[in-house]
């Protein structure tokens, strides 16, 4: 199985070490010459999954989204296509549930990234789709390099059905599907979570063509780079599942069946017409699917008022239109009675199917006056509308059913869970098959769309309901799924006229069409012939917001006008519910963009320390607040590391802290103590005018001299856990918050060891609402912290140990890890303000590196610092220095008591001024400038040699 994607699962394949995690660390080397199979399928047993395909660019941007990856995650390609992927798809780790790691966030192609730093990587990890729901997924990582860069491949698959019903199982080369059996009838127990809940992803064969099954996920690269991109990911190892301890399943694409079925069966009707249709035709009758619709359907239009004429007992003129825009039924015409279940519409009724009675007379009569609504359309009275359940005495069961709609639908304002609430109170009371399909802009976007729905309106299934005894359902599609609706089929109409449409009986040959509808295939048509299904809009303030789809069992009464009226006004109520919980969603995710984009997602790598942080909000419905945490590099491999808090809650602190955190970042900028820096951090509060304050802890680590500066203004103190574990509160003078004025802020210098840890957090962590903050601190203090697990590991302590779920403050946690750099690490040389001393400062670096054993950074190294030197020596007044550092990168550093900072000017190739900096900035890999507490300091970097 190992060698052959194509044979049996093999029983003696290893799972790997890390359980649900593959990595490339030994992989086979492909053959010379691959090309040759890259036109093989699999022709034994595979597992066909459903895959979503990301590709990232080397400038990190989306360059492939497929419509697998629109289903699982919620974005739209036309919106991330081209678009930065950092941000778009935050982790959750699996955690216990109630524990604080559960609100840890992190970035899925981040991490993805660092998985794959040493070949392809197989596994599962847990992501928040667009609409903030958890996806438990399953993710293969393939790293490419290429000419343009390193870009990154993703294949992913939903993990919640394949653990639930197992993968499709498919044998032969032509890949025929079966069901996988549930395991009682192997005689197994039922596991928990699942009949498969060992199912993870990993890392299959490496034979030459075995990822040519993954072509059709890659259609927009030519067909070089194509081949390409196969060859490397069948030399990492083809996707594959581990379905057991013992049995690896080679991984094939599944599409579903997309409009073909639709588009075959909406030809039905023309090429055999019925018997009804060939009457209807004879006598100049024009079908529903000729304007747009489908055969067999009638579309309930809104209640409206009578035409006057009718109200006096004449006939309506044929062909005059209605008060509603429809044209008025047609006189009686000879020829035989329509037979149940012909293709009528109340648009155009036969004189033989009369119309609902009303609740003047139960045959015909004058109809009651109505009243128009707000948005200009004639509403009958709810009374008018029930008279007929009433004449049969059904009011009881249809008023008992709106009344239980409105105690049960719309009681929270989640989308998901009011959709879900409907579909619950209908299944199995009313129908017993319902689903909610929503716009799928409509979800997503803050701002409704102007344009209408069409035959490509893109639906997404929110939420469905069946009666598992009544039928087999298993072949509809998840919620989830995207779906488009053309108007030949009852749910497009529905969407686009905005009416109820009734299909009182489906007769056989409408059945594909309409499964298709309903979002099955083949399978479900039995499931669907000889059903009732009526589809409901979903309309709210103007706006349609999607569709409300029943359908009914032979068992059962069809669905009849009258149901469809009374079911009209309970769509109509719990659409206002939707779109309550749209409004309130659309709010909620401003409100958590605004805090994520001022918060950091990922900590920075800076030398020397390792720096872990987490954000908890106090309202989990907003998710935003006023804490906030930063890790600043400053020069000489400092760091800063600051956490403040403004008083507050809401998207006012939000905004507030947003302001005070990039004042903070200027100010960390002009490297000033940390004194001087809350001092004009207060100076400019007061200058904004904002009537929030803020407490602030600012601290500067040096890991070459091993000290850490801090600076409180009125914050909670900071915990310095020590290498053999204790823990010390320091005593930094308090202050004044933020916004106060006129109160001086002290600073205070401690040397540090390397091992020790830093903890800063906000009050939400330690405070207990009607307690003390020292209990908090004391047990912050307290053997929490083990100093030899990494930051990481000791937020997730803290954050078990001390928070709880019913605290309503934010809570902000930054814990740094201090390693310091090695004295052997750094070479520092005071220079002469003489020009003669840039010849001394090439000799000098090119003997560092030699003794680094880095000739190979010599040449490119002495080059840009023999600038750096020479503009420093023009501008000094007393001394430059040059610094060099030895980390997981060089770090050359030029500094000087001038406080101007150079600036990157155009220069042309024969001036002999101006080109310093120029070639710095196209010779380094990173580079910059800063100004220090007494002059400046112009800095590069240039990566290690690799080996």
């Not at 699917?289 to 209640?303: F, I, T």
């Not at 329509?338 to 519409?345: C, E, R």
């Not at 449409?501 to 099955?520: C, F, I, M, S």
């Not at 307290?782 to 697990?789: A, S, T, V, W, Y």
């Amino acid at each position: 199985m190992a060698d052959d994607p194509n044979s049996t699962a093999d029983t003696s394949a290893q799972q790997p070490s890390a359980p649900g995690a593959v990595t490339a660390a030994q992989l086979v080397p492909a053959p010379p010459d691959p090309d040759q199979a890259t036109d093989q399928q699999p022709s034994g047993v595979v597992a066909m999954v459903r895959l979503a395909a990301v590709l990232v660019d080397p400038d990190g941007r989306i360059a492939l989204w497929n419509r697998g990856a629109e289903e699982l995650f919620g974005h739209r390609t036309e919106t991330v296509q081209g678009r930065t992927a950092r941000g778009l798809l935050p982790t959750v780790p699996s955690a216990r549930p109630g524990s604080a790691t559960a609100h840890r966030r992190g970035d899925a192609f981040d991490t993805l990234d660092d998985q794959t730093t040493v070949g392809a990587w197989a596994g599962p990890l847990a992501v928040t789709d667009r609409e903030e729901r958890v996806r438990s997924v399953l993710w293969w990582a393939y790293p490419l390099v290429e000419p343009d860069g390193r870009s990154l491949l993703l294949l992913a698959a939903d993990a919640r059905p394949l653990r639930m019903r197992g993968p499709r199982i498919a044998i032969g080369r032509r890949l025929l599907p079966y069901a996988a059996t549930d395991t009682n009838d192997w005689g197994a127990p039922r596991a928990e979570g699942g009949v498969f809940h060992r199912i993870s992803a990993a890392l299959g064969s490496t034979t030459p063509g075995s990822a040519a099954a993954l072509a059709p996920l890659l259609p927009r690269l030519g067909a070089t780079r194509l081949r390409g991109l196969l060859r490397r990911i069948a030399a990492a190892g083809a996707p594959a599942l581990w379905v057991d301890a013992g049995t690896r399943l080679p991984v094939v694409p599944y599409e579903p069946l997309a409009g073909g079925v639709a588009q075959l069966a909406a030809g039905l009707g023309r090429r055999y017409p019925t018997a009804q249709q060939r009457s209807a035709a004879a006598r100049g009758y024009t079908p529903p699917e000729a304007q747009g619709g489908s055969p067999g359907l009638r579309a309930v239009p809104e209640p409206r008022t009578a035409d006057p004429a009718q109200q006096h007992g004449a006939d309506p003129a044929p062909g005059r239109a209605t008060s509603a825009g429809l044209p008025a039924p047609r006189p009686a015409a000879p020829g035989p009675a329509p037979s149940p279940g012909a293709p009528l519409t109340t648009e155009q009724r036969p004189a033989a199917v009369p119309a609902p009675a009303t609740a003047a007379s139960p045959s015909a009569g004058p109809a009651a006056p109505s009243e128009p609504n707000g948005a200009g359309l004639t509403v009958q009275p709810l009374a008018d509308q029930l008279a007929p359940l009433l004449i049969n005495g059904q009011a009881g069961e249809q008023l008992a059913l709106l009344n239980e709609v409105g105690g049960k639908v719309g009681t929270t304002l989640d989308l998901d869970t009011t959709a879900r609430e409907l579909c619950q109170v209908l299944v199995p009371r009313v129908a017993d098959f319902a689903c909610v399909d929503l716009l799928d802009r409509l979800i997503s976007d803050a701002e409704l769309p102007e344009e209408l729905p069409d035959d490509d309106t893109m639906l997404r299934r929110v939420a469905r309901s069946f009666h598992e005894s009544a039928g087999c359902w298993a072949h509809v599609l998840d919620e989830g799924a995207l779906m488009a609706m053309p108007r030949s089929t009852p749910p497009g109409m529905a969407l686009q006229r905005n009416q109820a449409v009734l299909v009182p009986v489906v007769r056989p040959e409408l059945a594909v069409d309409y499964a298709a509808a309903l979002g099955g295939g083949p399978s479900l048509v039995p499931v669907v012939s000889g059903r009732s299904m009526l589809v409901l809009p979903l309309s709210a303030r103007g706006t349609v917001l999607g569709i409300l789809k029943l359908l009914r069992l032979p068992d059962r009464a069809p669905f009849d006008e009258a149901d469809a009226a009374t079911l009209q006004e309970l769509a109509a109520r719990a659409a206002l519910s939707l779109d309550n919980a749209r409004l309130h969603r659309a709010e909620s995710k401003m409100a958590t963009t605004l805090q994520r984009s001022m918060i950091p997602t990922r900590p920075p790598r800076i030398p020397g320390v390792q720096v872990a942080h987490r954000y908890l909000p106090g309202d989990r419905r907003a998710e935003v607040g006023g804490d906030w945490f930063d890790a600043i590099q400053l020069p000489g491999s400092r760091v800063a590391l600051v956490v403040g808090d403004v008083m507050g809650h809401g998207l006012h602190s939000a905004a507030a802290m947003g302001r005070f955190r990039t004042a903070m970042q200027t100010l960390a900028a002009l490297d000033l103590p940390p004194g001087q820096l809350l001092r004009h951090l207060d100076n400019l509060a007061q200058k904004i005018g904002d009537d929030h304050l803020a407490t602030c802890l600012y601290a500067v680590y040096d890991p070459i001299n091993r000290t850490c500066e801090l600076a409180s203004a009125g914050h909670v103190p900071p915990v310095l856990v020590h290498p053999d574990g204790t823990g010390e509160l320091l005593e930094i003078p308090a202050g004044a918050p933020i916004g106060v004025g006129g109160v001086p802020f002290v600073a205070k210098k401690i040397d540090v060891l390397d091992g020790s840890m830093l903890v800063m957090c906000t009050d939400g962590l330690v405070e207990v609402r009607g307690g003390d903050i020292g209990a908090g601190l004391a047990a912050l203090c307290g053997n929490l912290i083990d100093p030899k697990r990494t930051p990481d590991e000791a937020c997730d302590t803290v954050l078990e140990r001390l928070h709880s779920d019913d605290r309503k403050d934010d809570v902000a946690l930054l814990v740094a890890r201090f390693d310091g750099v090695a004295e052997t690490e750094v070479a520092t040389w005071t220079l002469a303000v003489d020009r003669s001393e840039v010849r001394r400062a090439r000799q000098l670096v090119r003997d560092q590196l030699a003794a680094w054993q880095l000739t190979a950074l010599s040449d490119t190294t002495e080059l840009l610092v023999s600038e750096l030197v020479t503009n420093a020596v023009r501008v000094a007044r007393d001394y430059v220095q040059l610094q060099l550092i030895r980390v997981d990168k060089l770090l050359v550093e030029v500094s000087d008591d001038n406080h101007n900072l150079p600036s990157l000017e155009p220069a042309e190739s024969m001036d002999e001024n101006g080109r310093g900096l120029n070639l710095v900035s196209k010779l380094a890999e990173r580079w910059g400038t800063a100004r220090k507490a007494v002059g400046k300091v112009v800095w590069f970097e240039q990566p290690l040699p690799r080996g």
